[in-house]
């Protein structure tokens, strides 16, 4: 499985970004799918996951009401990270992950090659 991240880019505080990450490949089987990012100095983090059905989904406590995940329905090898209200602390480079449903990055068996996001204050 292969997949492509991108959507990022500089933006101001306040603003929105939509991060669009499409699979390709071996992608008969119905995967999970995470976003984390990894900003510098800092270890990977969990940002939001969202089940193969798109029927559940969780998110970090620090992105909670401001980002929302969703797949296309029509195409669930298409997974979106609607990003609102940003802040400056959600600078980093994001990273689509397909696998198991968790916020642990080593459930997860593909990742794409990250896009970055800033957020200037």
């Known amino acids: 499985v292969q997949l492509q991240a991108s959507g990022g880019g500089l933006v101001q505080a306040g603003g929105s970004l939509r991060l669009s990450c499409a699979a390709s490949g071996r992608t008969s089987r119905d995967w999970d799918m995470g976003w984390f990012r990894q900003a510098p100095g800092k270890e990977r983090e969990f940002v939001a996951c969202?089940?193969?059905?798109?029927?559940?989904?969780?998110y970090a406590d620090s992105v909670k009401g401001r980002f929302t995940i969703s797949r296309n329905n029509a195409n669930k090898n298409t997974v979106y990270l609607q990003m609102n209200s940003l802040k400056p602390e959600d600078t980093a480079v994001y990273y689509c992950?397909?696998?198991?449903?968790?916020?642990?990055?080593?459930?997860?068996?593909?990742w794409g090659q990250g896009t970055q996001v800033t957020v200037s204050s």
């Open positions: 992950a397909a696998g198991q449903m968790s916020r642990r990055p080593g459930l997860y068996d593909y």
């Open positions: 969202i089940r193969w059905s798109g029927g559940t989904s969780l």
